[in-house]
């Protein structure tokens, strides 16, 4: 149990485009989504929190014009990066937040496999 | 704000054994949580604490102190496929994980 999964796993977009990355809970439903970029050889930085249904609350400093994000859901948030810049080149990973029965605590948050962004 | 360290890199031996330490200072505490990410590729629970003590899970043990605002994790038994980076997260009572920089293990054979 606890898959995340996300789509596209990269992506190559030309300056100006925009891009949309799926982050889906596969076999559990998420209250609530998190989407964090990290660039190379940096740690995780929260960019916004996603609650089904209702608006995301984005981090200080996090565009919420630019970066999009969607929570249609318990399984599916989707985040667009609007009139991508080559600046916006990051690893974008998702994670879901469920109750889920593992072996490790019950309420956590699981992380996707990310989608590498390239924007040229 | 959420302030959280760790070391930038470690090397250790095959079968070595190998100390990641973690200091935090947080507004708001709800779990500890180390998590081991490869190269291009995302994390992946590791192991939690949220009371006092020691949790053992494997080759893979974890402490916490809270009043220390401490934690480590450690690595018994290391092989090759253990070379990653480890990261400690505090989680807030929000629910959000702040993340420390990553600590990059090689293991040399």
């Known amino acids: 149990g606890a898959v995340v999964s996300q789509h596209p796993s990269w992506v190559i977009c030309k300056s100006g485009t925009s891009v949309k990355i799926e982050c889906r809970s596969l076999d559990f439903q998420a209250t609530t989504m998190f989407w964090y970029r990290q660039f190379p050889k940096q740690s995780l930085m929260l960019m916004a929190t996603s609650n089904e249904g209702s608006k995301a609350t984005y981090e200080q400093g996090v565009e919420k014009d630019k970066f999009l994000i969607n929570h249609a859901s318990l399984t599916l948030s989707t985040l667009t990066v609007t009139s991508a810049h080559p600046e916006d080149s990051s690893f974008y990973i998702c994670s879901a937040r469920g109750l889920v029965e593992t072996s490790g605590p019950t309420d956590t948050q699981y992380f996707g496999p990310g989608t590498r962004l390239t924007v040229l | 704000g959420q302030n959280i360290d760790q070391p930038t890199e470690m090397t250790a031996t095959e079968g070595a054994i190998v100390q990641i330490n973690c200091t935090y200072q947080?507004?708001?505490?709800?779990?500890l949580f180390w998590y081991q990410q490869h190269a291009g590729e995302a994390p992946t629970f590791l192991s939690y604490n949220v009371l006092d003590g020691l949790e053992e899970k494997g080759r893979f043990s974890s402490f916490l102190s809270r009043s220390k605002g401490y934690s480590y994790l450690l690595l018994k038994e290391l092989q090759m496929k253990d070379s990653a980076s480890y990261l400690c997260?505090?989680?807030?009572?929000?629910?959000?994980?702040?993340f420390g920089a990553g600590t990059t293990v090689t293991v040399r054979a």
């Open positions: 997260a505090v989680r807030d009572d929000d629910y959000k994980l702040s």
């Open positions: 947080t507004s708001g505490f709800n779990g």
